[in-house]
């Protein structure tokens, strides 16, 4: 037999070549590599990402809120922006965020290019203009040539927009324990992990919280068994409303977009309201709000083990 044939026939067998045909029939799918992102205005976005001038007062970044070596949210309650304001909502992760069906918790903005302008204009975030962000920007000759390079027309806030989601596009955590196994090797979860599976599965989790993003492609009412803000007892705030401030209807009312549990152990405190510290805590609420019922400690544990198996890697990502 000609070597080369002999080759392929026995690389099956040894489990190599063996990806897309043996992926695991699952709700949940692995994270994608991130393709078709032009190198070099990823990296002149990941420079803008970290650059304070634009905020108004030089003094906040993106990255100020969104960290990524922690996890790419700040572990605040609420984010401090420019002049020590604090936000009012949660902030999410921007790992994978590219991979979630719109941005913001209640989905004002289609895609990351049409998020940037959200921080970048809010008067408590980075409170600034395009037309202060171009021009400060505009001062600086080694960037302006870098944009030049990249972009035929030069600063304008439609370049800002692209390289800045350009780099967002590389945010993803791959080859987590979980897609692994979902691509086959049974050895990348331990009983526990897979137990836990099972559990996310059994209590009806996975119901909202699937796809790629473990969450991130649908709405979910915060509360579907339980009135979450009556409980929660502080009254209820217009960042509590979800998908209702961008429609006005009335059936959207504390809809909001069910987020990634891919990096959830990683940031704290969680939900909208940033009110509950623990991922115990969290699941806890969820078992009660969501799905109507208790959960023992046990199953929290186990389900904790599953969402740590979630946990992708990428080099700007160090837990
Ligand atoms: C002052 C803190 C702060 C700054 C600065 C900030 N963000 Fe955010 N970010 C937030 C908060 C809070 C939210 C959630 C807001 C909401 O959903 O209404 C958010 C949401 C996001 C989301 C949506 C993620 C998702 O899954 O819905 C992305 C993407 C994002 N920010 C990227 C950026 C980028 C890019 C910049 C810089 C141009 C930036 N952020 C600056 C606090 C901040
Ligand atoms: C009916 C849909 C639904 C079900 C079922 C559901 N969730 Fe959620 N989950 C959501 C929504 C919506 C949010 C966001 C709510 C908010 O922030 O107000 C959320 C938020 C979370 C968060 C917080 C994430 C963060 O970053 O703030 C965790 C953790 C979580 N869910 C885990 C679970 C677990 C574990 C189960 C099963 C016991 C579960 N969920 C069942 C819809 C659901």
Known sequence: MPRPLFILLILPLLGLGATAATLRDEPIRPVPPATGVDPARAELGRQLFHDPRLSDDGSVSCASCHPLASGGSDRRRFS????????????????????????????????????????????????????????????DPALRQTFRRLYPEGITPASIRDAIASFERTLVTTDAPFDRWLRGDDDALNDDQLE?????????????????????????????????????????????????????????????????????????????????ATIEEAIRTMARFQLGREIPDRDVARIIDFLGSLIGNHPLLSP
Request: net charge neutral; hydrophobic share 35%; aromatic share 12%.
């Open 80 to 139: 401090i922006g420019i002049g020590g304001h604090q936000g009012r909502i949660n902030a999410p992760t921007v790992f994978n965020s590219g991979l979630n069906f719109t941005q913001f918790w209640d989905g004002r903005a289609d895609t990351l290019e049409q998020q940037v302008e959200g921080p970048l204009l809010d008067p408590g975030e980075m409170g600034t203009t395009w037309s202060r962000v171009v021009a400060r920007l505009n001062g």
């Open 196 to 276: 836990g599976y099972r559990l996310f599965q059994e209590y009806g989790c996975i119901s909202c919280h699937q796809g790629v993003n473990v969450g991130g492609n649908m709405y979910g009412y915060m509360g579907a068994m339980g009135d979450y803000f009556s409980a929660r007892g502080d009254g209820i705030r217009t960042t509590d409303l979800g998908r209702f401030n961008v429609t006005g209807r009335e059936q959207d009312r504390f809809l909001f977009k069910v987020p990634s549990l891919r990096l959830a152990l990683l940031t704290p405190p969680y939900f909208h309201d940033g009110q509950t």
